[in-house]
């Protein structure tokens, strides 16, 4: 056979076999494009190869945004279809059945189908993650950590980091003639308690500006081009994460709060030191399990499911409540504070209450007299509301449920997304959502509307565990602020803000800057 003949077949081998291929990929492009149709559902229109999130992919959109368009563009529907790239979704609007999903129903929906591989990410295997039996006997063995008798203790070392943040923002008043960007300080405050409350350590992010926590915690959230393309795998590609070894966090960082915990812990059982702090309450679920040894097993599970608290299980434990704590609790604080100061009549009240109930408690902050601020509560749920943290939820369907009242059969594995944002500023639950009003969160109006419209810690076995830490140190770095200083906006204040489409968490793009002066000046 001739040389040009040989080339001329072989390209006609090659072109078929492309051509096969092509085919093959339409076929399986279109069967993942059709599952909502084939079972009835209302869905949107999906677009190769994204499905109906292009614009979130290439980072031209917040997640916040890509939610709040699912939600009304399935408009008049209790649910509908999504497409994660090619994976099916259901996007449910209706609060009777996300009370279902989150409560009645949640022995169908109780994990969250995240990615872990402990073996490559030790500190991947957290209570947010987890799910099945190990985030049940590890729920049920973390939640006495987090009742108020608990947080009661904790409040001294909170209240003193609480006093350097009054400290810091005065300086940075002075430092930038009276502008500061407020969002920087309070990641540093939060930092701090959690360091302290968590570990039992010092972390002076406040005080010094190479602060390792800080510059660590900072690494584990910034919003970067490769920390957005690898979380978005472990969340809407988990077979593929797993395939590339996708890392979350970065080594360094793992290694860093990974050496922090088995030095901390090291220290503390060599010198007989206890600490009413987050740590100490691990270390001691780890004698108990020390205790009664089972023979546990490299899984994370002893025999007859008994929990192995591993040092690399704490560990996980320990970072997600830094990370959990610090991140989200600073950003309430910071769009709070922003909305105070677009709206000074809520300001001034606030402070007045803030006042009143210091000057009953001999002039003091306490734990009683801070939780005793009910306005504050309003005015932070109000923050919620229009902020949430997460801007939906996500559950995966762990065995076939019938949805209530319907016909429709969703398969085990399927992803459900409840999108809390939307939810939160739909006019038929909260009217004119873009105005901020605290008054919403009185008990009349809480009565008057749906259960399961307001959810910015999600709800039922799942419900954010952490909560009470985060509300009381939010509480108490906003009373002793407000307390001190006024805030209003400034030349450098971001307005509208606009939100970072390389975050998963509710993030304003820049920082958040506001003119800040003593009360009484």
């Known amino acids: 056979m001739l040389p040009m003949e040989s080339i001329?077949?072989?390209?006609?081998?090659?072109?078929?076999a492309l051509a096969a291929l092509a085919g093959l990929l339409g076929l399986y492009f279109r069967r993942r494009f059709s599952y909502w149709a084939r079972r009835g559902v209302p869905h949107l229109q999906p677009r190769f190869p994204f499905g109906n999130m292009r614009e979130r992919v290439l980072l031209r959109?917040?997640?916040?945004?890509?939610?709040?368009?699912?939600?009304?563009?399935?408009?008049?529907?209790?649910?509908?279809?999504?497409?994660?790239?090619?994976?099916?979704?259901?996007?449910?609007?209706?609060?009777?059945?996300?009370?279902?999903?989150?409560?009645?129903?949640?022995?169908?929906?109780?994990?969250?189908g995240i990615f872990v591989d402990e073996r490559l990410n030790p500190l991947?295997?957290?209570?947010?993650?987890?799910?099945?039996?190990?985030?049940?006997?590890?729920?049920?063995?973390?939640?006495?950590?987090?009742?108020?008798?608990?947080?009661?203790?904790?409040?001294?070392?909170?209240?003193?980091?609480?006093?350097?943040?009054?400290?810091?923002?005065?300086?940075?008043?002075?430092?930038?003639?009276?502008?500061?960007?407020?969002?920087?300080?309070?990641?540093?405050?939060?930092?701090d308690v959690i360091g302290s409350c968590a570990f039992g350590l010092r972390c002076n992010s406040m005080r010094s500006p190479d602060s390792q926590f800080r510059a660590m915690g900072r690494r584990a959230f910034a919003p970067?081009?490769?920390?957005?393309?690898?979380?978005?795998?472990?969340?809407?590609?988990?077979?593929?994460?797993?395939?590339l070894k996708v890392r979350i966090p970065e080594r360094d960082v793992s290694d860093f709060f990974l050496n922090v915990v088995k030095e901390t812990?090291?220290?503390?059982?060599?010198?007989?030191?206890?600490?009413?702090?987050?740590?100490?309450?691990?270390?001691?679920?780890?004698?108990?399990?020390?205790?009664?040894?089972?023979?546990?097993?490299a899984s994370g599970e002893g025999v007859g499911g008994d929990l192995e608290l591993t040092d690399n299980l704490l560990a996980a434990q320990?970072?997600?409540?830094?990370?959990?704590?610090?991140e989200t609790s600073s950003a309430a604080m910071s769009f709070t504070l922003h909305?105070?100061?677009?709206?000074?009549?809520?300001?001034?009240?606030?402070?007045?209450?803030?006042?009143?109930?210091?000057?009953?408690?001999?002039g003091n902050f306490t734990y009683e007299s801070v939780m005793n601020i009910e306005y504050l509560e309003k005015v932070i749920c109000e923050t919620l509301r229009k902020y949430p943290p997460l801007s939906a939820l996500v559950r995966e369907c762990n065995a076939t449920y019938t949805i209530p009242g319907t016909d429709v059969v969703l398969e085990s594995g399927t992803r459900v997304l409840i999108p809390v944002h939307a939810l939160q500023n739909d006019p038929a639950f909260f009217p004119e959502p873009q105005r901020y009003?605290?008054?919403?969160?009185?008990?009349?109006?809480?009565?008057?509307?749906?259960?399961?419209?307001?959810?910015?810690?999600?709800?039922?076995?799942?419900?954010?565990?952490?909560?009470?830490?985060?509300?009381?140190?939010?509480?108490?770095?906003?009373?002793?602020?407000?307390?001190?200083?006024?805030?209003?906006?400034?030349?450098?204040?971001?307005?509208?803000?606009?939100?970072?489409?390389?975050?998963?968490?509710?993030?304003?793009v820049g920082g958040m800057w506001l003119k800040v002066t003593p009360v009484g000046s």
């Open 437 to 508: 009003d605290p008054e919403r969160f009185g008990e009349r109006e809480r009565a008057q509307r749906p259960t399961h419209t307001y959810l910015p810690f999600g709800d039922g076995p799942r419900l954010c565990i952490g909560m009470r830490f985060g509300q009381l140190q939010t509480k108490l770095g906003l009373a002793i602020l407000l307390h001190r200083y006024h805030f209003a906006t400034c030349d450098k204040t971001n307005m509208p803000l606009r939100f970072d489409p390389k975050s998963f968490l509710t993030t304003s």
């Open 124 to 191: 991947s295997a957290h209570l947010f993650n987890l799910g099945g039996a190990r985030w049940r006997q590890l729920r049920s063995k973390l939640t006495p950590t987090f009742t108020s008798g608990k947080m009661k203790l904790m409040f001294g070392c909170m209240h003193e980091c609480a006093r350097e943040l009054a400290l810091l923002v005065r300086a940075e008043a002075a430092r930038g003639r009276g502008r500061v960007e407020i969002k920087e300080v309070l990641a540093k405050f939060t930092t």
């Open 61 to 112: 959109q917040s997640a916040l945004d890509l939610f709040h368009d699912f939600y009304w563009r399935l408009d008049g529907r209790p649910f509908g279809g999504v497409y994660q790239l090619t994976r099916p979704a259901l996007l449910v609007r209706d609060p009777q059945l996300i009370k279902h999903i989150l409560v009645k129903d949640f022995a169908c929906f109780q994990d969250r």
């Open 8 to 16: 001329a077949l072989a390209c006609a081998g090659a072109a078929a």
């Open 265 to 297: 812990m090291d220290y503390r059982e060599q010198n007989n030191v206890e600490r009413n702090d987050f740590f100490q309450m691990l270390l001691q679920m780890r004698k108990e399990r020390q205790a009664r040894p089972s023979g546990g097993r």
């Open 318 to 326: 320990a970072f997600v409540f830094f990370l959990a704590g610090f």
């Open 224 to 243: 970067t081009l490769g920390l957005t393309l690898r979380t978005m795998a472990t969340i809407l590609m988990p077979s593929v994460a797993a395939l």
């Open 339 to 362: 909305e105070l100061a677009l709206n000074p009549d809520i300001q001034r009240k606030l402070r007045r209450e803030i006042n009143a109930v210091v000057e009953k408690h001999d």
